[in-house]
């Protein structure tokens, strides 16, 4: 599994199975990427 960390926006999440979602994110280094989170369905996202 590949590990990314860095500055981003973030663009887009969608829910993906019962607990993760899939993110998509605009990166100065690497333009716009997408992976998966695991438990980014739980309560501790926001909305902007």
């Known amino acids: 599994m590949a590990e990314w960390h860095?500055?981003?926006i973030l663009?887009?999440?969608r829910p993906h199975a019962e607990n993760g979602a899939i993110a998509r994110?605009?990166?100065a280094d690497?333009?716009?990427i997408a992976g998966y989170v695991r438990g980014?369905?739980?309560g501790?996202?926001?909305r902007c």
């Open 30 to 32: 690497q333009g716009l």
């Open 40 to 42: 980014g369905q739980s």
């Open 11 to 13: 663009c887009a999440v």
């Open 25 to 27: 994110l605009l990166t």
């Open 6 to 8: 860095g500055p981003a």
């Open 44 to 46: 501790g996202w926001r």
